[in-house]
Nanobody
Framework: QVQLEESGGGLVQAGGSLRLSCILS????????MGWFRQVPGKEREFVAA????????YYGDSVKGRFTISRDNAKNTVYLQMNSLKPEDTAVYYC???????????????????WGQGTQVTVSS
């Protein structure tokens, strides 16, 4: 069993930046990758980015490519999401998820993640 805790959300103006953090704890030995998803009311959870612990391979959703950067600190069991050039449409609750899959197509869909954090609200004003 693992636990995830996100932090770093908040209110920012369009064009601004935020950095989200996600700390992984518990039984982390089987952890392969971590992902960020976001969700607005009435919509499905949307893939934002993912990263593997071992090689640091990264994956991004089309709507955030070139603006968001995912990174990890293995020593701290922490994954970050640096969000730049934020837009009002980036407003959502952001969740980090835990993935034990070793095939990258597993990282894009929320049902392949076995644990989630509580979420952190990001609001971008226009």
């Amino acid at each position: 069993q693992v636990q995830l805790e996100e932090s770093g959300g908040g209110l920012v103006q369009a064009g601004g930046s935020l950095r989200l953090s996600c700390i992984l704890s518990g039984r982390t030995s089987r952890s392969i990758a971590m992902g960020w998803f976001r969700q607005v009311p009435g919509k499905e959870r949307e893939f934002v980015a993912a990263i593997t612990w071992s090689y640091g391979s990264t994956y991004y959703g089309d709507s955030v490519k070139g603006r968001f950067t995912i990174s990890r600190d293995n020593a701290k069991n922490t994954v970050y999401l640096q969000m730049n050039s934020l837009k009002p449409e980036d407003t959502a609750v952001y969740y980090c998820g835990h993935n034990t899959g070793d095939s990258d197509h597993w990282y894009y869909k929320p049902h392949y993640y076995d644990s989630w954090g509580q979420g952190t609200q990001v609001t971008v004003s226009s």
